[in-house]
């Protein structure tokens, strides 16, 4: 073991999901595709959200930035897993590694605060849709989206910055394919007594606290729901609600299950594969869940295609037009 602190380690190594060397063109060409669906799933619901009129509302504000966080995370993790295998190189540097669990912490915190902002915004939009447009105003939901930012910003420098205080071991083998921040602090030879009480603190306060808000409001949502008379009213204001409801299940849902596979002891590289669930998964998931249950988001990306497909046919049409002049000549 080195007695020094984070100067003296050179790099990690991350070991991936699999082993044999010929799966991981297989591999590579699955998160290749994963990642590519996810950034451009997401970024087709930021270009609908910001060109269609009747989607400037909070909801969708919500959602875009929704989609804008989905990006990023994604980012901070595939391109380096893909970079990897190309190359069979799996060396990671301290301060790489440490870069990665920061923007990890930040997006996943802003990812599980985002979808607590848009359960409080359903909730006002259904229990209380008079006062809607007074309670959602521009400037609070830019306050929601700001406070979301801040406290994830603490929350991952807090946890990176008592990284620092650690001191490692000479074999620094990560089984996978990220720089997670609990297998981390499994390889130092310090004290990580603090380290664990923090996280586990921090995962509480930020786990159970907004799950808790969105539960509140989905029973007073359904509670408002039930009371209302006619049955074409139930089903439109449920559908409001209905994909944001599926996202959040689906997020909270493969949490949960990286979350017990841990306690159990499963061994890393299974938790390596869950961990893809919430990771990569959820976020390509998301377009999808938006752009099928929700008929606004369906018509804003049919317009969306139909006028790149009109654009691109209309900035074409000139080297037609000369093509055809010139086999007539």
């Known amino acids: 073991m080195e007695s020094g602190n984070q100067t003296s380690v050179p790099e990690f190594l991350l070991l991936g999901l699999l082993e044999d060397p010929e799966l991981q063109p297989l591999l590579f060409g699955l998160f290749l595709t994963m990642y590519l669906v996810t950034v451009l799933g997401n970024l087709l619901i930021i270009l609908a959200v910001s060109s269609v009129s009747h989607l400037h509302t909070p909801m ?25 295998i190309q190359t069979e190189n799996k060396a990671i540097t301290y301060t790489g590694c440490l870069t990665q669990v920061y923007f990890f912490m930040v997006f ?10 848009m359960a409080y915004d359903r909730y006002v939009a259904i229990c209380h849709p008079l006062y809607y447009t007074v309670i ?31 001191s490692f071991r000479t074999d620094l083998k990560i089984p996978h394919f990220f720089c997670e921040l609990s297998e981390i602090l499994k390889l130092a030879c310090s004290d990580t007594l603090i380290n664990n009480i923090l996280v586990y603190l921090v995962t509480s306060l930020l786990g159970v606290g907004p799950l808790s808000g969105i539960i509140f409001s989905y ?8 009371r209302i008379p006619s049955t074409d009213g139930k089903y439109k204001a449920f559908s409001t609600c209905g994909s ?4 959040v299940s689906l997020f909270y849902g493969t949490c949960v299950g990286v979350y017990l596979s841990s306690a159990a002891n499963f061994p890393s ?16 998931m998301n377009p999808f869940i938006y752009s099928l249950r929700n008929r606004d988001i369906k018509g804003a990306l049919r317009k969306l295609i139909s ?3 009109s654009f691109s046919w209309f900035c074409h049409l000139p080297w037609v037009w000369a093509s055809r002049m010139t086999q007539r000549e």
């Open 244 to 247: 944001h409801l599926s996202v």
């Open 307 to 309: 006028g790149t497909f």
């Open 108 to 117: 996943i915190c802003m990812d599980n605060l985002l979808l607590t902002v």
């Open 269 to 284: 590289r299974r938790r390596a594969v869950a961990s893809v669930m919430y990771t990569v998964f959820t976020s390509m």
């Open 60 to 84: 969708y504000f919500f959602l875009s930035q929704l989609s804008l966080v989905d990006i990023s995370f994604t980012s901070t993790i595939v391109p380096k897993m893909l970079v990897n």
């Open 219 to 226: 029973t007073r949502i359904v509670s408002s729901i039930l």
């Open 136 to 166: 959602m105003n521009l400037p609070l939901c830019g306050l929601l989206i700001l406070l979301s930012l801040f406290i994830s910003i603490m929350n991952a420098l807090l946890h990176t910055l008592m990284v620092f205080h650690l």
